[in-house]
């Protein structure tokens, strides 16, 4: 029995690596790496938060709550649960993440080996193959498990390894500072959108758990907390090589240059000839593991919304189809158009999650985690709209007044104090208490 453990831990944990680790865990961190310098661990650190942390306090929170994302969001609302549900999904399903996967692909794997190959063409290829591999979900965990994340883990480590053990270059001067460092590796693990990611997976993991024989609460616990440790590990070894592998490339960064050039230029140093071959295997086997994960957490989802109406391989299908028509847009494209919506859905999904980690077990009354959540709402959508330039001026100055902008968390202090004074406020017009449904 310890041995099954021990094995379907490792299992469940190597395919939520997989899942989590796609097209921006790949080419963000040798950026960070460049633009951060000797203060190389500094970039590590604010970006492990927001990348590593961050999501598997996601997981936890699903956990803690149920089995779905919908049982987390019912701390708040059950219809708010649903709409942001939805924006999620389209989030990191075909709107941004699904191809962003096919496009990293591309641009990287595709066109390091055949650089006349047709974007077109290599989207087609690659979401006919994630619509193979997605059509039946009960196998994705093993698939992905057992058979294409060791393949990954092994060429990513030889990777690291290697340009570890023999850096580039030893010149890591910059006029970066730690703050900055930090700060910068802070911001671009929202680009990741693994903690958008990570409530979505988590149905995903408990329910490969389930399957596995672990079905008390207890058991699932014990499991998906271990798999979650395990994928911990795997993201933080091969994101700090890829930062350090950044900051010791030498890289020319004097003109303006595509992330996949800056990844392209290290493994064809570190590996030699042999290295864009074995970067182009490697880009296909983290998008497509994501592409994959990500097809089928969105079919699930809207087939389960619609009550069957919307069957899951219809939804795979149109997943599939959307997505490979948006991947041609490029990387470089499909991040920039991100950013902005995703200042706005990453905090309100980041308090929700932290405050059902840290207060869920202890405070039942719902009141407090409507506050905490609608407090980061209003001022995301500020943010929003300071964006896009409307009364610009005046919400900058509202903002600076409130700590932690300057760190992109802002909504983070009214969040806290919104949390403490409808706890307080409810606690005053209902003494006995107002539960979660």
Known sequence: MRSKRIIDSITIGFALFAMFFGAGNLILPPTLGLNAGENWLASISGFSLTAILAPFLGILAVLFSGETFTDLGSRINKYFAVILAIVIMLSIGP???IPRTAATTFEVGVVALAPNFSPIISSIIFFAITLVLSIS???VVDIIGKFLTPLLLVLLSILVVVGIWNPLSTDLETSTSSGQAFLDGFREGYQTMDVLASVIFASIIILAAKAKGYVSASEKTKITMAAGLIAMFCLLFIYGGLVYLGATSGYDATEEYRRADLLLYISQHVLGKSGTAALSLCIALA??????????AVGTFFSGLTKGKLSYKVVVIATCVSSSI????????????????LAVVYPITLAMVLYVVLFGKIIFRRAPFIGA??????????????RFGFQKENIGIFKSWIPLHQYELAWVVPS???????YLVD??????????A
């Open 95 to 97: 709107l941004v993440a």
């Open 137 to 139: 979900p009960s196998k």
């Open 287 to 296: 998008c497509l593991t994501t592409a994959i994960a990500l097809t089928c």
């Open 326 to 341: 948006l991947a041609v847009r490029g990387v470089d494209e499909i991040i920039d158009y991100a950013f902005t919506f």
């Open 373 to 386: 959540v609608g407090a980061t709402t209003v001022i995301a959508l500020l943010e929003f709209s300071e």
């Open 416 to 422: 806290l104090i919104s949390f403490g004074v409808f």
């Open 427 to 436: 606690l005053w017009l209902f003494p006995q208490g107002t539960k979660n």
